[in-house]
């Protein structure tokens, strides 16, 4: 049987630095659609992303994947991590950087197949970076160094594609390249999953949204969830007791969850 | 000196000390990449200085320098330095620069205190145990060397086999660890690499300076290559070269350390580097600079006759030019020359004259120019008395690409914020 979302949350708390940022998150997300994870800047959203990619520890609470464990779907998961979280004066090309997403867990210490090699030039190909693709990638614009990224999750060919803050830094033809990509990933039935601080731009593309503000504020289709109200909740600031705890916790160190206590 | 050369390569035991530490220099010099690629080479500093206590419990455990002893011993403490300062890092609000000052030295004067009692005792095998702290090739033994070779065989045998792991890992750990490596255990392979080959390099180079062979060859490397491969291959040679010629050096005189001239070799590698590397180093940079001034020079000529032109003057002398355009004659009459060279300036008695190709590129540099001008009052904001400066450098700059976006954007407009025409 198909299952019926692409990732659900329960009960995820996580904290940064010893301080909790996202309390008790709990939403399913459907199939097929461009979601959007929006929120001011430090509300969470990247931690969202890493926890569901298992690269941080939980204080509480578990991701499911296609309603089965991260590790068991890991294949048909792309995820593209913030431009900015890598050092681009590493020595590869463009080409290298996208050939690494057809490496592949089992095969790593074998090498890379022709059609494997193909695959990475139709990606790149997609993003319009053919005649860049022997370049050094400290070389790149901003924006062109997001569509490397966006060409290796492309090569990765998965059905789920996470992506942490694309448009970030990006020129107006990249956000349109990257743009179209998304619909056209749609049209195939891709799921796609996008962190985004900024509400101005880009976001008439979202088919669904989840706002997030340390808590989770709204989820569902853009129309329903984009109200006046929600907005105000997510964008007006912090909430104080909130912050008070937060920091009531670090200073502590006081633990999230009571040892023994289980989430259903 | 030739026969000082020819010695090396007949005497065996000079050919076995060249052997040992070439072998180091070239293993030092791939696994200093992936130290340096991950920015954790101080680590690696603080661990060359950890393994001097396990020099000094292998001897007091086995009474010989037995070089497997003496290595399991290195790699102990160097191991345990490493997941100290992993630990202090992890649960303390100590910075990881203060953890590695405090793991490194705590781990040396253990080490120093260790090797005091050491010289104390009555053991007669002790004598040369002080050569570790700043190398001394020449108490290279065949099994030594042995030991060497295979382990550095291991050693490149795993970089080879791991090689898309751990290129993942040092250039982006997070994406790594989505597709499900266990970047955990990539790293601790990475700091047992690096330990080991520390382990195996201290005999040469002393505990105090063996870092350096890990790090400056993979530093240099980085200047003459773009590509992972490319950048292992170079660390490898010249960690390689700068063993062999540190140890020629070491040599010249009885009793030199070795460490110290390796280093100094390593020193030189880098300093050609700096001076010499393509794009990036000294001569390249002052070349680009010279060619940006003479670009800027020739260009201001031809923007110069082209003003004239349009006040009706086409013949030019020198005199008048430098009334309008203040200039260092040297510098007009070396540029003229060159215009004249390449067809785009003649010369008749006193007077010059742009050619057909001078008053094509002319027009080009003018365009360029009040091009930006207008993008500046139209799309900046700029007022009209503000442009004029940074229009200067840009016209430089604009590529007939981004003149043809310039065109594209500014809907090929016939005139610029001071209503003089551009030409076309």
């Known amino acids: 049987m198909k299952p019926k979302h692409s990732i659900e949350v329960h009960n995820l708390s996580v904290a940064y630095n010893r301080i909790p940022v996202l309390w008790d998150i709990d939403f399913e997300l459907p199939q097929g659609q461009i979601i959007g994870i929006v929120g001011p800047n430090g509300s969470g959203k990247s931690t969202l992303l890493k926890a569901i990619m298992g690269l941080i520890p939980l204080s509480s609470g578990f991701a499911k994947i296609y309603d089965k464990e991260l590790n068991n779907v890991r294949d048909k998961i792309a995820y593209v991590p913030q431009r900015e979280s890598v050092d681009w004066n590493f020595p590869a090309t463009v080409e290298d950087v996208v050939r690494m997403g057809r490496y592949k867990k089992g095969k790593l210490f074998s090498r890379l197949s022709g059609i494997d090699k193909q695959l990475a030039d139709e990606a790149i190909e997609k993003v319009r970076l053919t005649p860049y693709k022997d370049r050094q990638i400290s070389q790149l614009s901003g924006g062109q160094q997001q569509r490397v990224f966006l060409a290796r999750a492309l090569a990765q060919g998965a059905d789920l594609y996470i992506m942490d803050e694309p448009f970030v830094g990006v020129d107006v033809a990249t956000e349109k390249t990257i743009l179209d990509l998304l619909i056209t990933m749609k049209n195939e039935g891709k799921t796609v999953v996008i962190v985004h601080h900024d509400l101005q731009t880009v976001s008439d593309s979202f088919d669904y949204i989840v706002l997030l503000n340390t808590r989770l504020i709204a989820h569902g289709p853009t129309r329903e969830v984009l109200t006046e109200e929600n907005l105000q909740a997510t964008y007006g600031g912090q909430l104080n007791l909130l912050v008070k705890m937060q920091h009531l916790i670090k200073n502590t160190d006081f633990p999230i969850r009571e040892k023994g206590f289980e989430d259903k | ?424």
């Open chain 2, 1 to 424: 000196m030739m026969d000082q050369l020819t010695y090396f390569f007949t005497d065996p035991i000079a050919r076995k000390v060249i052997l040992g530490v070439s072998i180091i220099g070239a293993v030092s010099g791939v696994v200093g990449t992936f130290s340096f690629l991950r920015k954790k080479t101080l680590i690696a500093d603080a661990v060359s200085h950890s393994v001097f206590p396990g020099i000094c419990l292998g001897f007091l455990f086995a009474g010989t320098k037995d070089p497997v002893t003496l290595m399991v011993g290195a790699i102990f403490t160097g191991w345990f330095s490493v997941w100290s300062i992993d630990y202090i890092v992890r649960t303390s609000k100590l910075s990881e620069d203060t953890a590695i000052a405090l793991v490194s030295t705590f781990f040396f004067a253990i080490g120093s205190v260790l090797l005091s009692i050491i010289s104390k005792s009555q053991n007669s095998e002790q004598t040369g145990l002080k050569s570790f702290l700043f190398g001394k090739a020449a108490t290279l033994s065949t099994t030594d060397v042995q030991v060497f070779f295979v382990v550095s065989v291991l050693i490149v045998a795993i970089v080879i086999l791991f090689f898309k792991p751990i290129q993942l890992v040092c250039f982006n750990a997070d994406f790594a660890d989505s597709i499900g490596i266990k970047i955990n255990r990539i790293e601790f392979l990475l700091s047992v690499l690096t330990v080991t080959t520390i382990a195996i390099g201290i005999q040469a180079l002393g505990v105090v300076l063996m870092s350096a062979l890990l790090i400056a060859p993979a530093a240099s490397a980085r200047y003459w290559t773009n590509k992972l491969v490319g950048m292992l291959v170079i660390s490898a040679l010249f960690g390689f070269l700068s063993g062999i010629i540190g140890v020629i050096f070491s040599t010249v005189k009885d009793d030199m350390p070795t460490g110290p001239w390796i280093v100094f070799v390593l020193f030189l590698f880098t300093m050609i580097t700096l001076l010499f590397a393509p794009k990036k180093g000294w001569f390249s940079l002052q070349r680009q600079s010279k060619k940006n001034n003479r670009k800027i020079e020739q260009e201001n000529i031809l923007k110069t006759f082209y003003q004239f032109s349009e006040e009706g003057f086409e013949r030019i002398t020198v005199g008048r030019f430098l009334e309008k355009r203040r200039m260092d004659s040297h510098v007009l009459e070396r540029n003229m020359n060159r215009m004249i060279h390449q067809g785009c300036l003649k010369r008749q008695d006193q007077n010059y004259e742009l050619t057909e190709k001078g008053k094509g590129e002319a027009a080009r540099i003018v365009r360029s120019h009040r091009l930006w001008e207008l993008y500046l009052t139209k799309r900046m904001n700029f007022k009209e008395d503000h442009i004029h400066g940074t229009a200067e450098t840009i016209e430089h700059l604009i590529t007939p690409e981004i003149e043809k976006e310039l065109l594209k954007e500014l809907n090929f407009p016939v005139s610029d914020p001071h209503n003089k025409d551009i030409p076309y």
